[in-house]
């Protein structure tokens, strides 16, 4: 999950260079951080975080066949 994410947010940004992504959890709960330069926040997000929420609901629907549970929280 950590790799989809990480394209994804280096597709919408200015600074690809400053996404990082972390994975932290367990093999049943999984939590994505994603890190962005804070001039590129609102592009992750979007105008009503339309885009934050595509981007859960791709990493929710990635994650159906792993049985994991996967959050992602943009920092």
């Known amino acids: ?9 280096k597709a919408l940004v200015d600074n690809p260079d400053e996404v990082v992504v ?5 093999e049943r709960n999984i939590t994505v951080e994603l890190h962005v330069a804070p001039s590129d926040m609102g592009k992750v997000i979007g105008k009503q975080g339309r885009i ?15 049985k994991t549970k996967v959050d992602v929280d943009i920092c």
């Open 52 to 66: 934050a929420k595509a981007i859960r609901t791709v990493v929710k629907a990635a994650s159906v066949g792993e």
């Open 22 to 26: 972390t994975e932290k959890g367990d």
């Open 1 to 9: 999950m950590k790799e989809l994410v990480e394209v994804i947010a």
